[in-house]
């Protein structure tokens, strides 16, 4: 909550209610916490209110369906996997009710599929020499600013631990949780890179990966440098207030 609270994405793209994304990302966290609670407790009043929260959330932007094939490990670690393709049908079949209904009153393919193109692979984005590496460039750059260079360094870093847990077989729930946020994150940039390149605020996804798996850093490793968390929650706060 307090790594949370000192990004700089929280606190300039959380704050606007009006922005589509700011309550997507809401139900997203929501949706994977009660599914971590479920599988640690098997309270199936928790597993209820995940769908009611996917569905919710599906009904905000389709990403929510695509997240939750995603928390699709998690339930297969813990022997849930009929629940997990619950939960994804759960989501899946709401973006399908959903497009049908905005279908009766307008032609959606007309619209849809331009639309999907133009966020794809734009003239805003490819008529630029080296489109590719300018978009990864600017979306690391994005990615420093508004995550604060320390938990992007901290966010960075456990991936690779990550990496040396899977190899070595020793993943938690908690891991498969955060391995969640992130692929739901990058997918939603890498689907649409003329969308990421021209809309700073789709970086906002990024922000329950980054709060927790650089939380995860700090706990393994900084958590006995008293001095240290102090210089970083000062240089946190002081770089928050002046983006």
């Known amino acids: 909550l307090i790594v949370g609270s000192l990004i ?15 309550w997507t990302v809401f139900f997203i966290i929501l949706v994977g916490y009660l599914c971590l609670k479920y599988v ?20 905000c932007d389709w ?3 695509y997240f939750t094939l995603f928390l699709l490990p998690l339930f297969c670690k813990n022997r849930k996997t009929k629940q997990g393709i619950i939960l994804i049908l759960s989501s899946t079949i709401t ?23 133009n966020r794809s692979l734009g003239n805003l984005l490819t008529s630029l020499t080296f489109w590719p590496v300018r978009w ?4 690391l750059i994005r990615f420093v600013l508004y995550f604060n260079p320390f938990f992007a360094l901290f966010s960075t870093v456990y991936i690779f631990y990550f990496i040396k847990k899977l ?3 020793k993943l938690k729930d908690f891991d498969l949780l955060i391995f969640s946020f992130f692929a ?23 922000v329950p990966f980054v709060a927790l798996a650089a939380s995860e850093i700090i706990q393994k490793k900084l958590l006995n440098s008293k001095f240290l968390l102090l210089a970083i929650i000062i240089f946190s706060i002081v770089f928050t207030l002046r983006i």
Do not use: D
């Open 8 to 22: 700089p994405a929280t606190v300039v793209f959380g704050r606007m209610p009006h922005y589509q994304g700011s």
């Open 95 to 117: 973006a399908s009710l959903l497009l049908f209904y905005i279908n009766l009153f307008e032609p959606l393919i007309r619209n849809l599929l331009p639309a999907i193109a």
């Open 167 to 169: 190899k070595n077989k």
């Open 136 to 139: 990864i460039s600017v979306l």
């Open 184 to 206: 739901y994150s990058m997918t939603y940039i890498v689907l649409y890179p003329e969308g990421s390149f021209g809309h700073p605020f789709w970086m906002y996804g990024f």
């Open 63 to 65: 990403p929510m369906t």
């Open 40 to 59: 640690k407790s098997k309270n199936k009043m928790f597993f209820y209110a995940a769908l009611i929260s996917a569905v919710l959330g599906t009904l």
